[in-house]
């Protein structure tokens, strides 16, 4: 008889057979923690990660020959909103005024989004979400800003908290009343109503994030502080939308408040990343976004990581820039950003997960996480940024259960 063999472990779920694991951890040197080997996975959290053969599972995902990562992380998404506006799109490619009737805008946005109801405003939104689930994501933030309003800034942030229970996705829910001025208002009896719910949405739970589009034509330096202000004392961390078309100064707000994040940056100074990467506060870069509105000044975001702060990726999927595909976003990051895959990968989750102060529960396969993977049928890293606009993700695992899978697995070495 012999003890050569020894029990193995049994957990709930291994994952094997792939041509590498990324960890995206920490420390990792590459930044992707390239390893072979394996996962497991008990409990909803991960137990092991690289050799797994001490471990034996009655669910076993074999990867056959693909990439093994941690689930995207969509740092900056608006996905909840009724309408659409594919004919102001289509006008504006073709550089036409969009035409009569058609809905434009973030206000007209605001007004077939009041005009949805809870039901549809929700089924839509869930649509969209499974779409993002079945392209690898994983965790998504997902802002209010489309009610301008009490009843629907509240639907909103409510339509999210039903949709988390709903849903194979962890959501991340942020109140943005300060997305822009709703037609006509009285601006300083807006700000008012928006601190008040700012005030009401942290007493009732309703977000974990308050944030503002900070920007010429939108919300004012003064009218940001205060807002944010009282976001923080009613338990909301600030999030701003910073200098996406015009230079405002509230880099240095956001620095001494401590934003989680700051978002778009495209006309953020060197000094002033600089002084946000001291004080801890990560960048979200939106590439789909820039190219959606074919912006004047893109961002360069290796300039947000010479700056050495964290930099996170995100869809910005909303009425004005459809997408949701983190892949995609990856390819755009690094094909129009200039980003390495290694940087455009770490990004689309460590980084994002910090965007979302969760970089200690998601976004990394290390032992004690959230088990958060997704297995893609390419051969290597570099595939993912190189192959366009195809879904490479097979295989979606979310708190340790498998919640999308897409039949059949094609092989990686069949060359397509
Ligand atoms: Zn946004």
Request: aromatic share 4%; proline share 4%.
């Amino acid at each position: 008889m012999s003890t050569q063999h020894q029990e193995r472990a049994r957990v709930d779920l291994l994952v094997t057979g792939a041509a590498e694991v990324l960890t995206c951890a920490a420390g990792a040197a590459d930044l992707i923690g390239s390893t072979s080997g394996g996962v497991a996975v008990d409990g909803g959290l991960i137990v092991a990660v690289g050799d797994i053969s001490s471990y034996a599972a009655e669910l076993v995902i074999d990867a056959r020959g693909g990439i093994v990562l941690p689930g995207f992380v969509d740092a900056h998404t608006h996905v909840v909103f009724g309408g659409s506006r594919a004919q102001e799109y289509a006008a504006r490619v073709a550089g036409r005024q969009p035409p009569a009737g058609a809905v434009v805008g973030i206000t007209g946005t605001m007004t077939a989004t009041r005009a949805a109801g809870r039901d549809a405003l929700r089924k839509q939104a869930a649509a969209r979400l499974r779409e993002m689930v079945e392209h690898g994501t994983t965790t998504v933030e997902s802002k209010s800003g489309y009610g301008l309003d009490t009843e629907t800034e509240i639907a909103t942030l409510d339509t999210n908290r039903v949709l988390q229970q709903q849903l194979p996705v962890d959501l991340a829910s942020t109140f943005l009343g300060a997305h822009a001025f709703p037609p006509g208002a009285d601006q300083a009896a807006y700000v008012d109503l928006v601190v008040r719910l700012a005030q009401r949405v942290g007493a009732e739970g309703l977000a974990e994030f308050c944030d503002v589009y900070c920007d010429e034509g939108y919300f004012d330096l003064a009218q940001t502080e205060r807002i944010l202000r009282a976001g923080l004392e009613a338990g909301l961390a600030p999030k701003v939308h910073l200098d996406a078309y015009s230079h405002t100064g509230a880099a240095a707000l956001a620095a001494e408040l401590g934003a989680t994040s700051v978002d778009h940056l495209n006309l953020t100074t060197d000094a002033e990343l600089t002084m946000l990467g001291e004080a801890g506060v990560a960048g979200v870069y939106m590439p789909c976004l820039d190219y959606a509105v074919r912006h004047p000044q893109p961002l360069d975001p290796r300039r947000v990581l010479d700056a050495g702060m964290e930099l996170a990726l995100a869809t910005d999927i909303c009425p004005g820039c459809w997408t949701t595909s983190m892949q995609l976003a990856i390819q755009m990051a690094c094909r129009a950003g200039g980003l390495s895959v290694a940087q455009a990968l770490r990004a689309a989750t460590l980084g994002s997960a910090a965007a979302l102060g969760r970089a200690d529960r998601v976004g990394s396969l290390e032992v004690g996480k959230q088990a958060d993977l997704i297995v893609l049928d390419v051969p290597s890293p570099e595939d993912i940024a190189y192959r366009l606009g195809r879904n490479n993700v097979t295989t979606v695992v979310r708190r340790g259960r498998v919640v999308h899978e897409s039949n059949p697995a094609p092989r990686p070495e069949e060359t397509r």
